[in-house]
């Protein structure tokens, strides 16, 4: 039997961070090389950070709707961060936004073994020093080799009243 190696506190807070490097190279990819360039960034993002060859993700992206909504497949996920796929006509490329920097916020983590939830809110600063703040929820596992990975991620705007 496998040994479980349990996820910690400090493995989800480098987890998060690692998205935020993440969404910004796509978006200094995009700048500096094109969409193309963009593109080979988030796949390898997508590879490294999320559990595609563990099974379906649940990915719920902020800024989707209808039969798309949920995005299990790497293709739905790397549509959604780069845009230009005709099989989702709708998504723009949300991690092309000029991204600078992201922080995140912590409400609530929960963690069992080799499973953890964590949810807060995330704080995406573009290159004009807007902030665009998003409620996030990840879930992840940890591979064969130990990776954590995240398997589900869902993301929202905050209810404005």
């Known amino acids: 039997m496998p040994v479980i ?10 987890a998060r961070s ?3 490097v993440g969404l910004v190279k796509i978006a200094e990819a995009h700048e500096t090389g094109g969409i193309e360039s963009a593109r080979t960034v988030a796949s390898r993002m997508l590879d490294e950070l999320y559990g595609y060859q563990l099974g379906p993700v649940l990915f719920k ?4 709707s209808g039969h798309q909504t949920f995005r299990p497949t790497k293709q739905g996920a790397l549509s959604y961060f780069v845009g230009h796929d005709p099989e989702y006509r709708f998504d723009n490329g949300f991690g092309l936004n ?3 920097s992201v922080q995140s916020e912590t409400a609530a983590s929960f963690i069992h073994g080799d499973v953890a939830l964590w949810m807060g809110h995330v704080m995406i600063t573009n290159k004009k020093g807007q902030i665009t703040t998003v409620d996030k929820s990840f879930g992840y596992t940890k591979d064969a080799n130990g990776v954590l990975r995240i398997v589900l991620h869902h993301s929202s705007l ?4």
């Open 5 to 14: 190696v349990p996820i910690t506190e400090p493995e989800l807070t480098t």
């Open 18 to 20: 690692a998205w935020g």
């Open 61 to 64: 992206p902020t800024m989707a």
């Open 98 to 100: 000029q991204w600078q």
């Open 158 to 161: 905050p209810y404005q009243p």
